[in-house]
């Protein structure tokens, strides 16, 4: 799978991201949380080889991210990031089959396949559409469509990265987003998901990194990461921990 083995990013002179020794494990889901500036995105542009290290390395089932083709590490590992952008009047269906490019599956497997994510994300009902005529939450769920699409049906060996990709939706999606990673992970690939939200990180992640200034403050369950004296100490935000009545996980409450 994908491992950080003591990471560490610089811009310029400045460390930006230090410290960081992380493996992402079959099935699971990983939540990266911290305030902003904690090295969120600079982490997650460093495990897919965007952004290089200037120590330590990141590491897919045992080689160095150079040392895989790019149609294969693209086989193997898709990234959302936090803002996609595209300028051009493709049809939904279209842009989601940007995710087919690294196979050379057909089209009618390709056409099955993008209809498959589509739904995944719950954005099937957009299929005709002109990208551009979306609002940006229609737009973030097509997106994760097109990332689905280029790892679909997932298994294990394969890792998706996400970052923030519930930023624009609203409460439902928010949800329907996060239960699709989900069933996306228990097929047996790998998930990181960037949020801002506690309890949404709380309900649907399986382990928790929590940054702060570009170094880990705590990795573990939810129920040993989100306690008031972390929490306290990264976000500057008093907060009661209780559990879920009906799930058992944290349940953050702003004091």
């Known amino acids: 799978m994908l491992c950080a083995e003591q990471l560490q990013v610089c811009r310029g002179t400045q460390t930006v991201l230090a410290g960081i020794d992380l493996a992402l494990q079959p099935g699971e889901v990983l939540g990266v949380l911290g305030p902003n500036g904690a090295g969120k995105s600079t982490l997650l542009g460093a495990l897919c080889g965007e952004l290089p290290a200037a120590e330590g390395r990141v590491l897919l089932d045992g080689k160095p991210l150079s040392a895989?083709?790019?149609?294969?590490?693209?086989?193997?590992?898709?990234?959302?990031?936090?803002?996609?952008?595209?300028?051009?009047?493709?049809?939904?269906?279209?842009?989601?089959?940007?995710?087919?490019?690294?196979?050379?599956?057909?089209?009618?497997?390709?056409?099955?396949?993008?209809?498959?994510?589509?739904?995944?994300?719950?954005?099937?009902?957009?299929?005709?559409?002109?990208?551009?005529?979306?609002?940006?939450?229609?737009?973030?769920?097509?997106?994760?469509?097109?990332?689905?699409?280029?790892?679909?049906?997932?298994?294990?060996?394969?890792?998706?990265?996400?970052?923030?990709?519930?930023?624009?939706?609203?409460?439902?999606?928010?949800?329907?987003?996060?239960?699709?990673?989900?069933?996306?992970?228990?097929?047996?690939?790998?998930?990181?998901?960037?949020?801002?939200?506690?309890?949404?990180?709380a309900r649907y992640c399986d382990r928790l990194l929590l940054l702060q200034a570009g170094r880990p403050q705590a990795l573990g369950t939810p129920q040993q990461v989100l306690r008031a004296a972390p929490l306290y100490a990264v976000f500057g935000l008093e907060v009661l921990v209780q559990v879920h009545p009906e799930r058992g996980h944290p349940l953050i409450v702003a004091r």
Do not use: K
Not at 89 to 100: D, N, Q, Y
Not at 102 to 108: K, M, Q
């Open 68 to 201: 895989w083709s790019g149609p294969s590490r693209a086989r193997r590992l898709a990234v959302l990031p936090q803002q996609s952008t595209l300028d051009f009047a493709f049809r939904v269906e279209e842009v989601v089959a940007l995710g087919r490019l690294p196979h050379a599956s057909g089209r009618e497997r390709d056409g099955q396949v993008v209809a498959e994510a589509l739904a995944a994300a719950d954005a099937g009902h957009l299929i005709g559409r002109s990208y551009l005529a979306l609002s940006g939450g229609e737009r973030q769920r097509v997106h994760l469509a097109r990332v689905l699409a280029q790892l679909w049906p997932g298994e294990q060996g394969q890792v998706l990265l996400l970052d923030e990709p519930t930023s624009m939706l609203d409460p439902l999606h928010q949800h329907t987003i996060l239960q699709a990673v989900c069933r996306f992970a228990e097929r047996g690939a790998a998930v990181l998901v960037i949020l801002h939200d506690l309890n949404l990180a």
